[in-house]
């Protein structure tokens, strides 16, 4: 990934954090972005400790004018546009798994939406402009956007939407904005799976963080561009792919 210029909302903590610290190690330059200002700037430290490229910008998802003042210093610093656009940044209010939908406030709905959903709406809009030729964009989603269901125990990688109310209906609609601007654009556009992943948005279950970065840099650089473009791109097929 030398020389790429990639930008990675939510890059604060969870899989945004990991998927920063990875592609900075395989040489990107990395453009970070959160709404917690001081975690963000420790991620940054620690990426340039290791020798990695990093920049850090405050920037709320919902809003598009931090959004489009994150894509300009992006590109302001890059060589030919923005490569690699990596869109982390979610929430979750309440406990994961026991928020059904008919229980749920207005109030968690609205801003569940707002970030999960208009947040990638505007990330992916605001890139535009900035786009290399040859850039990709990646929208992480699970299982929970596509099936509904009874949980399927604590050891299972899957995630199913019974009980995760709005969070799921925000994944299902990012993965339709992913479909959206795939068939539009020239860039790739896709959704990345990595099955259940241990962050604050899963109460801690599922594999380490850090495990899950192989998929992302793979779906970022050698995964063929019409596998990624308006796909869900999972763990399953990327070890197949690379085994």
């Known amino acids: 990934m030398d020389g790429l210029t990639v930008v990675v909302t ?12 990875r592609f ?18 420790e991620v940054v430290a620690d ?17 598009e004018f931090d959004v489009e003042r994150l894509m300009e210093t992006a590109a302001r610093g890059s060589d030919g546009g923005i490569d690699v656009v990596v869109t982390c940044a979610g929430v979750y209010h309440g406990e994961p798994g026991e928020t059904p939908l008919s229980e749920e406030a207005y109030s968690a709905f609205d801003d ?59 994944k299902a609609a990012a993965e339709a904005l992913c479909r959206g601007f795939a068939a539009e654009l020239d860039q790739p556009v896709g959704i990345v799976d990595p099955g259940a992943v241990a962050t604050d948005l899963t ?20 995964a063929a561009a019409e596998d990624v473009d308006g796909e869900v791109v999972s763990s399953e097929e990327f070890e197949q792919a690379t085994a």
Request: aromatic content about 4%; proline content about 2%.
């Open 10 to 21: 939510g890059a604060s903590r969870g899989i945004g954090e990991e998927v920063a610290r």
């Open 24 to 41: 900075a190690a395989e040489g990107a330059r990395v453009v970070a972005c959160s709404r917690e200002q001081d975690e963000l700037d």
């Open 47 to 63: 990426i340039e400790r290791e020798d990695g490229d990093a920049e850090g910008v405050r920037a709320d998802v919902r809003d």
């Open 112 to 170: 569940t939406l707002r970030t999960n959903v208009r947040g990638v709406f505007a990330t992916v809009k605001e890139a535009l402009p900035h786009l290399a030729d040859d850039a990709r964009v990646l929208v992480p989603s699970g299982s929970v956007a596509r099936e509904a269901g009874s949980d399927r125990g604590a050891n299972s990688d899957r995630q199913t939407s019974a009980g995760y109310g709005s969070y799921a209906v925000s």
């Open 203 to 222: 109460n801690g279950r599922g594999r380490d963080p850090e495990e899950v970065t192989d998929l992302f840099v793979w779906a970022a650089t050698d």
